[in-house]
């Protein structure tokens, strides 16, 4: 029998993201025959929820090991103007090389991802002298002139490639050698002021160089409300599942399972399928709003059609004025 190495996954996150953590955890080990050890680095999260996810019993059943680690604070991380939707916890991920200096290499997550294919093909990904391993932000993610506006407040060229920072595969021996901590806290005391969309992931793409990334398939960063989403999905099962735009748990559990026919929520339900496996399955989320439906529903189809039938009037008032 093939013996397997055991597969070293970190995520980072604060009491707001635990919960969703475990989930993510919990996706990881039940689609997968192979061994885990899974380090979380505490940026925040209370004792009662430490003790309870410690006490998953995925975990214990399965033999794999959970490690929790406090990082020390930085005070450029904790102090840099963040979007209201960031915390400071997005930027430990950096520290990785450094504080686990006794590995060569970790997948890492972040905690709104839920996976639904086997871990053991991206770790065994041959990354060689690149960095790290990620997907590439092209169509899959965001539309073509979003993207192009991204790279323009970055100062980045448009044929310069931007990938994401929620899935990488980092190879922590070249990092450490290559300072990538060092680099992120320089540009961070240079630019102390500086407004980024995607701080951490925004400052990776300007310091490391393209030709240090290894390129993943789209497939281990999937994101269901993408242009290409749906073509996608044609192509073969996504291994890692990114809600970068709607969050699950904003929807309520009862109102999930009944549309789950829907091709959103169908995907929203699966991250309830693996919370059933965490000690918070009965425990209500406070972020959960039906209004929060509504207006997914708002956006996702009356928006559309309101814009469809005002740029049509728009048109057919400047053709009759010949403009």
């Not at 406070?286 to 928006?303: C, D, E, G, N, P």
Request: proline letters at 6%; hydrophobic letters at 40%; a positive charge.
């Amino acid at each position: 029998m093939v013996r397997y190495e055991d597969i070293t996954v970190v995520l980072t996150c604060d009491d707001d993201y635990i919960r969703h953590a475990s989930a993510t955890m919990a996706s990881i080990i039940a689609n997968s025959q192979r061994k885990f050890n899974f380090y979380i680095f505490d940026c925040g999260i209370s004792t009662p929820n430490l003790d309870r996810i410690q006490s998953m019993d995925i975990l214990q059943k399965g033999q794999h090991a959970l490690h929790v680690v406090k990082p020390p604070k930085q005070r450029c991380f904790e102090e840099f103007p963040l979007p209201a939707h960031f915390s400071p916890a997005i930027f430990y991920r950096v520290c990785i090389p450094e504080i686990l200096c006794d590995q060569e290499k970790v997948i890492y997550v972040d905690s709104d991802i839920i996976v639904e294919g086997d871990l053991g093909e991206l770790w065994d990904q041959p990354l060689e002298k690149h960095w790290l391993g990620a997907v590439y932000i092209d169509d899959n993610f965001i539309k073509r002139a979003q993207l192009r506006k991204f790279k323009a407040n970055l100062g980045l060229k448009e044929s310069k490639r931007y990938f994401n920072s929620g899935v990488m595969l980092m190879n922590l021996s070249v990092m450490r050698n290559e300072c990538v901590l060092c680099k992120v806290l320089d540009f961070l005391h240079k630019n102390p002021n500086m407004k980024l969309s995607c701080p951490e992931q925004d400052i990776l793409n300007l310091i490391i160089d393209r030709s240090n990334i290894f390129e993943l398939a789209p497939k281990y960063n999937f994101t269901p409300f993408s242009p290409l989403a749906k073509k996608t999905l044609k192509l073969g099962k996504p291994v890692c599942i990114h809600f970068t735009v709607y969050k699950p748990w904003d929807f309520p559990q009862c109102v999930v399972k009944l549309l789950k026919k829907i091709y959103a929520f169908k995907l929203f339900h699966l991250y309830y399928v693996y919370a059933q496996l965490t000690p918070w399955d009965n425990i209500p989320c406070k972020t959960a709003r039906f209004s929060k439906v509504l207006k997914f529903f708002y956006k996702s189809f009356m928006q559309p059609i309101e814009r469809f039938i005002r740029f049509s009037v728009r048109d057919r008032i400047y053709k009759k004025l010949g403009l």
